[in-house]
């Protein structure tokens, strides 16, 4: 398990609302499989998720609190009731499809995604 925390300068507001996601890891946070095993390119894990959650949180018209990433290939994570602050149907739907992806390729891992958002900054 791999995990970031993309930091903000609103960190030091309340948070107002989240988000959550579950994504496919694309094979570029990978490194050449080390007997066996495919090391995590930290550094590409840390560039994509920071970009991304900026991204998602605009998508959103949102302002961005923070956001934390794990990266894992464990069916009982994407489980995880913390990765679920809502219930909704896009959810729901998406922590489903992670969890087939993971039956389908015992070795893929997915990015799952908490973002937070904040007040947007007055001035």
């Known amino acids: 398990m791999t995990t970031h925390t993309v930091a903000t300068p609103h960190q030091a ?3 107002t609302g989240c988000d959550s996601t579950m994504i496919r ?3 570029l946070l990978f490194g050449e499989p080390v007997d066996g095993e495919r090391p995590v390119l930290f550094d590409a ?3 994509l998720t920071t970009r991304y959650s900026y991204f998602f949180a605009a998508q959103m018209q949102e302002t ?3 956001a934390d990433w794990e990266l ?3 069916r009982d994570r994407v489980m995880a009731e913390q990765f679920m602050p ?3 149907a896009s959810s729901l739907a998406g922590r489903d499809q992670a969890l087939a992806y993971l ?3 015992p070795d893929g891992y997915v990015m799952i995604r908490l973002l937070y958002w904040t007040d947007p900054p007055i001035g």
């Open 13 to 15: 507001q309340r948070v």
């Open 25 to 27: 890891a694309w094979d």
């Open 45 to 47: 894990f840390v560039a």
């Open 64 to 66: 961005l609190h923070h």
């Open 72 to 74: 894992t290939n464990s």
């Open 86 to 88: 809502h219930s909704c």
């Open 103 to 105: 039956h389908e390729k």
